[in-house]
């Protein structure tokens, strides 16, 4: 069980099937083609030196040809390492130093100048895939013309797949290593969640290649069951819809923050959105207003939420759009006291506590690369610890609270950024807001706001609409509020809490 000779049997069964396909349709391609595009490069890296578990470090745009790229390194035995490309110069350097690559393929999309120190990085080989390639790297295009016959590589399911970093919103990210079992698991369990098989649903992709939403839940979940994946190198509301209604996507999963901009975008009103039968959405909490407005815009025959981290993917069923619901097939959880590394420290039904995923599992990984202090933080006894707070529901059901590092106390309560957002979100001048805590002589900490309106309110207005709410108690509501463009958010769509006070 690996991706190879999973793809391999998607590329039998469809052969004619569309797998890939740019958001536009200038380029496409059918499973038989991608087969012989994904061996080729599969060959050429091999030709640049990639033995089974060598590193090929990948820093590109959502893209066909990144697509390709991570098929054919993992057809030749080699490991993707996937990060973020709009990394600084010193988050590049970390990224290759700690995994060691022996290629590092990007495009024009990567920020950081990479003619100002590529020599002073020790990779054997550049591959660049933008139209005008750098001097000292090979283009991209030239990989496709290698060998279009399936390379030989006697891979195992223990054989490392591909090494995921952590958004590192508290320190450096941090990689975590998943094998084969692990990413053909990843994929599974996605089709099971979204009632999928081998019928062929499409799914048009915003979400960066880099993270496991993008590779496992929407690519590859797609391309090893004869599904069409659709990439979207950048997010432009307009563009996304207008894709949706070309390839008449069939599933779609994107964050929060995403989905509020499409619903708020002029040109959904034209796009044909009837194809939809399952809108998925996670990252961070929902509101219910945002719940509302996405069933009657889309009226998906599923709508659903999902939670899940880079170490352990989804380890809750897709039930409820704002709780995440019950155990997941492949997973145990428990919900523990609140600084405990007990995993045996269990809460209460109802009480507020950290959420743990027992690594026992296919899809859970189980340590992070080169980094075993960080691994002996966070795994006790064979159980992660996510650092997420969540509480059981009356009918048994999991309810992720936020982040334990992003409560906020306040005059000795406990009060959770994400019950304050959701009402202040709901209100119909509100486009998007972030909460986090303050310095405050009385309180210690206070709540503060961070809004992005759409038109004219004040704060008094906001703190009379918190108030008249019966969701939210009277001492949670916020006691000061900033008017933003935006919110700083990671690239998965998670609100940068400690960035907040720096955008006002």
Known sequence: MNVPEMFTRSVERTPDRIALTSPTGDRGYTYAELAEAVYAVANSLRDLGVERGDRVAVAMTNSID???????????????????????????????????????????????????????????????????????????????????????????????????????????????????????????????????????????????????????????????????????PEFDPAAYLAAIDRTEATVLFTAPTILNQLLHCDAIDDADLGSVRLLGYGGEPISEHLVDLAREQFAPDRLVNIYGTTETYHPLALIHPTHSGRNGAFYRRRIVELGSEDPHAEVSPGETGELIISTDSPIVFNGYWENSEETAAAIHDGWFFTGDTAFETETGETAISGRADDTIISGGENIHPSEVEDVLISHPDVVDVGVTGVDDERWGTAVKAFVVVDGDVTADELDEWCKASDRLDNFKRPRAYAFVDELPRNPSGKVLRHELEGSS
Request: hydrophobic share 35%; aromatic share 8%.
């Open 66 to 232: 990144h697509v390709i790229l991570n098929l054919g390194t993992q057809h030749c035995g080699g490991v993707v390492v996937p990060f973020n490309y709009r990394s600084s110069r010193g988050r590049v350097e970390h990224y290759l130093s700690e995994s060691d690559p022996v290629v590092f393929a990007y495009d024009d999309g990567l920020e950081a100048d990479l003619e100002q120190f590529y020599e002073e990085l020790s990779v054997s080989t550049f591959v660049d895939a933008a139209d005008a390639p750098d001097a000292f790297a090979r283009p991209f295009s030239a990989l496709l013309d290698g060998s279009s016959d399936r390379p030989d590589v006697d891979l195992g399911s223990d054989d490392l797949s591909v090494i995921l970093y952590t958004s590192g919103t508290t320190g450096l990210p941090k990689g975590v290593p998943l094998d084969h079992r692990a990413s053909v698991f990843r994929a599974i369990d996605t089709s099971l969640a979204q009632g999928s098989y081998v019928e062929g649903d499409t799914t048009v992709s915003t979400m960066p290649l880099y993270h496991t939403i993008g590779l496992h839940s929407n690519c590859l979940s797609r391309l090893l069951l004869s599904g069409t994946f659709v990439p979207m």
